[in-house]
């Protein structure tokens, strides 16, 4: 019991901080907005108040739909190409070694470079900003997995093996729980890389979507709306990355907890 | 080694057959000799020096300013923990938000001249700069501060010649981290509005269905990154060597 007071005064303090930070952030905002003025920026009040009526519009939902169906499947593909593969390339030494230096190349090129490839491969609509997503999303996932997969503690392996353990079992049971927190880093990183590939790709070819309503704002300059529809984008971001870390946290604290209880 | 050219040299062979036979329409994609040789048309004319040398000066701004401001900002922030805590979950969340977004309000902001991709590139370098800063902080070994007061140096001779030193190899991925994201804001925020740099002429050629030139930049671009990528490494791994660490 006495466990749990320290606890919850810690996370009231983090609650705190955060508070603490956004309204820093809203300042910060402010202050920009007195020196830029209404040509620039919307003060941060009012853009709620543009957001709240923004989600109220009937134009909206429709579109945040369309990019869900597009981000959905990206993520799908993503990680369901990019696990297997950075565990097959984990496991194998060889092709490992081989294609790493190849995936982090072309993690560091500026994606948008392949774009115009995509386009060209797939036309307009669904699945570009699909494909798009995925050339974001999927080599963080895979360099994760890979790299998780490969530092992997040897002894863990060998204790498997010594209780005769073999092949995918050793990979099921072993390997992949012992990489698992790792892993979920690389696909909270590929998740968030998707949601911005795929709305990037609607900015330039979409007849739908967050992307796209956010170019034609861009395009009719109107800055309400400009600035609402970034602040509901960030808000989403940053929600759905919190909630995976929290999931990390979790998943890395019982691995810790394990290792305790085996130390112990 | 040996196996990674041949993988790659068999994949742009395996690219070469696909193209010349049709298989891969030339509307799509035209074969890698021909992407060559129009690079090396393209370099010929001279008409993509001016825009080469926007884009790497904006990076090399970037880079510079990313390094040295985030630096020190984690140099700041690791010094007071409070500011610390206050900033840890914006750090944590920094890299899922969306940061071109913000492009049209730095345009309206700063008019649309090189200043508006140098500060996407800079916000979206800086970050990684100071988280890996205070990474590498937090592991410096308390035996070499503890050393460093029994020879009563002060705040600064201990930053320089302890803290930085066993500091440096994370600093040094903080490096690394703010070059590949500088050519990723410079180049997208070009690609997405600007007046020059080679983003914005591969978003030219594109919109004007001009295949060769649009495959001729995205190979440029795809060598240059690497170079780049190659060079960093190694320079990496020399550093480390001499400060045996590896």
């Known amino acids: 019991m006495s466990m749990v007071a320290p606890h919850r005064r810690r996370r009231q303090g983090r609650a705190g901080d955060i508070v603490l930070l956004i309204i820093v952030l809203g300042l910060i905002w402010q202050a920009f907005y007195q020196v830029a003025g209404d040509v620039a920026l919307t003060p941060p009040l009012a853009t709620v108040g543009y957001a709240v009526g923004l989600m109220s519009s009937p134009d909206f939902w429709p579109n945040v739909r369309a990019t869900f169906a597009a981000f959905g499947l990206a993520v799908l593909i993503s990680v369901g190409a990019g696990l297997p593969t950075g565990v097959l390339l984990g496991l194998n030494k060889l092709a490992g070694d081989a294609a790493e230096p190849v995936l982090v190349a072309l993690y560091s090129v500026p994606k948008v470079v392949f774009y115009p490839v995509i386009l060209l491969c797939f036309g307009i609509g669904l699945a570009p900003e699909v494909a798009f997503g995925v050339v974001n999303g999927v080599l963080p996932i895979v360099i994760f997995t890979t790299n998780a997969m490969a530092h992997v503690k040897p002894i863990y392996l060998k204790t498997g093996r010594a209780f005769g353990l073999t092949g995918w079992q050793l990979v099921q049971t072993i390997a992949i729980p012992a990489a698992l927190p790792e892993i979920l880093t690389g696909v909270r990183v590929g998740l968030s890389l998707t949601f911005i590939g795929t709305l990037l790709s609607e900015m330039f070819a979409a007849r739908a979507g967050l992307g796209h309503m956010l170019i034609n704002a861009m395009q009719l300059n109107s800055v309400p709306r400009i600035m609402s529809l970034t602040l509901l984008i960030l808000v989403f971001a940053a929600i759905v990355n919190t909630a995976l870390i929290v999931v990390e946290h979790r998943v890395s604290g019982r691995g810790a907890e394990a290792q305790l209880d085996g130390a112990g | ?246």
């Open chain 2, 1 to 246: 080694m040996v196996l990674r050219a041949a993988v790659l040299g068999g994949g742009v062979l395996l690219l070469e057959i696909l193209c010349r036979l049709g298989v891969i329409p030339r509307f799509t994609m035209i074969p890698p000799t021909a992407m060559a040789a129009g690079l090396v048309a393209l370099l010929r004319t001279g008409s993509l020096n001016r825009d080469l040398f926007a884009t790497f000066t904006a990076v090399a701004t970037a880079v510079g300013s990313s390094v040295v401001v985030g630096v020190l900002a984690g140099m700041v922030v690791h010094a007071v923990p409070r500011v610390r805590r206050v900033l840890d979950p914006l750090f944590a969340t920094y890299y899922a938000i969306p940061i071109w977004a913000f492009y049209p309000l730095f345009i309206v902001l700063f008019g649309l001249n090189e200043i508006p991709k140098i500060v996407i590139a800079f916000l979206y370098s800086v970050v990684a700069v100071i988280v890996n800063t205070l990474n590498g902080l937090d592991r410096v070994p308390r035996v070499l501060l503890k050393m460093a007061r029994a020879y009563r140096m002060g705040p600064l001779a201990t930053g320089t010649t302890v803290v930085l030193p066993s500091a440096a190899p994370f600093i040094i991925t903080g490096v690394k981290l703010a070059i590949a994201y500088s050519l990723i804001g410079v180049i997208s925020s070009e690609f997405i509005l600007a007046s020059r740099g080679v983003g914005y002429r591969l978003s030219f050629a594109y919109l004007g269905f001009d295949n060769v030139t649009l495959y001729a930049l995205i190979l440029l671009l795809l060598v240059c990154v690497t170079t780049i990528n190659q060079v960093v490494y190694a320079w990496e791994q020399t550093l480390l060597r001499r400060w045996g660490r590896r």
